[in-house]
């Protein structure tokens, strides 16, 4: 079946501008997960979704960064104000929410570069 | 809070070379323990999970082990298709997020 997608693929935007992370998780999937990885660093946790309960937003690394999931399915990342740190790939993966230690697959992810 | 730790971070073998890959982790009540594999511009994929100590799994020419300190991925006869960049990741205490290590960037010369 079709796996996690992630728009857009690449996103070059200017200091200061707003920009909207799109991710489709596996069909049947209630868990989804942000992460970011950044040149020469691990990816590093930003938030999580599980179901209808309040999400883990415990990673997000400033208030520029929100997230929504709506009908407990697409997820939207939005950055406010970009600045250049916030240059990275954002990975999105999903699970399917009913235990521990459950795989976590990855989308391909949303280059994203500010200028 | 979580640590992961991958050594080497680059690696290059020769087509043939058998060699391992270390993760070293430091957490409290570990749930589970990820490899992917990642290859450039992609998404990381999954390979393996491990959940507790003295547990192995393979897949073709790789075969990951657990310790209560850490974990190898072995690669056994490489070839150039196995070049990749090599994810170690953990699940602990009452976190659903995984905690990553930086990775083992593999080359595998023909």
């Known amino acids: 079946g079709a796996g996690v997608s992630q728009s857009p693929s690449n996103k070059v935007t200017e200091k200061g501008k707003d920009v909207e992370l799109r991710c489709d998780p596996i069909?049947?999937?209630?868990?989804l997960y942000w992460y970011r990885q950044s040149l020469g660093q691990g990816l590093e946790f930003l938030i999580y979704?599980?179901?209808?309960?309040?999400?883990?937003k415990s990673g997000l690394p400033s208030d520029r960064f929100s997230a929504e999931r709506t009908g407990g399915s697409v997820s939207t990342l939005t950055i406010q104000r970009t600045q250049q740190e916030d240059s990275a790939v954002y990975l999105c993966a999903s699970s399917l929410g009913l235990g521990e230690a459950e795989t976590q697959y990855f989308g391909p992810g949303t280059r994203l570069l500010v200028l | 809070e979580d640590q992961v730790t991958q050594s080497p971070e680059a690696l290059r073998l020769q087509e043939g070379e058998s060699s391992s890959l270390n993760c070293s982790y430091t957490?409290?009540?570990?749930?589970?323990l990820f490899w992917y594999r990642q290859d450039p511009g992609k998404g990381p994929e999954f390979l393996f999970t491990?959940?507790?100590a003295g547990e192995e799994k393979e897949k073709e020419r790789l075969k990951a082990t657990l310790t209560k300190k850490e974990s190898f991925l072995h690669i056994t006869a490489p070839k150039p298709e196995d070049s990749a960049t090599y994810l170690c990741a953990v699940q602990a205490g009452g976190n659903n997020r995984l905690a990553f290590g930086k990775g083992n960037q593999v080359v595998v010369i023909p």
């Open positions: 069909s049947g999937h209630t868990a």
């Open positions: 491990l959940y507790s």
């Open positions: 979704f599980q179901g209808n309960s309040a999400p883990d």
């Open positions: 957490v409290s009540g570990l749930r589970g």
